[in-house]
């Protein structure tokens, strides 16, 4: 598969922070978060529409510099409905499946 078209491939989303939200809400923008806490904007912003995820460590520390909860910062599963379990545990697999390190590649 050539370079450009793997590029323009769409990624499956899936929401597993409310960062954004909570920072709309707060009236924070992501360049003051990611000044705050010695990030780049564009990270922030990657964490904000869930490209990528944060340690769970970073969220406390968002947490405490926002005053909010920490559970504010992530979507309930109790809110989830079974189709979209389903979908989520599915791409979750794959996810976890793409990180694994067996140490195969090692020479």
Do not use: C
Not at 19 to 25: A, N
Not at 88 to 102: D, F, G, Q, V
């Amino acid at each position: 598969m050539s370079k450009s078209k793997h590029s323009r491939e769409k990624k499956t989303a899936i929401t597993i922070n409310r960062l954004g939200i909570v920072l709309k809400e707060e009236k924070i923008t992501n360049r003051a978060l990611a000044a705050t806490l010695g990030y780049e904007e564009a990270t922030v912003s990657k964490w904000a529409t869930n490209t990528i995820q944060p340690p769970v460590s970073t969220f406390m520390r968002i947490a405490l510099v926002t005053n909010r909860d920490l559970k504010d910062f992530f979507v309930s599963t109790k809110d989830i409905d079974e189709a979209e379990k389903k979908k989520n545990l599915k791409i979750l697999a794959e996810m976890a499946t793409n990180s694994k390190r067996t140490g195969k590649d090692k020479k």
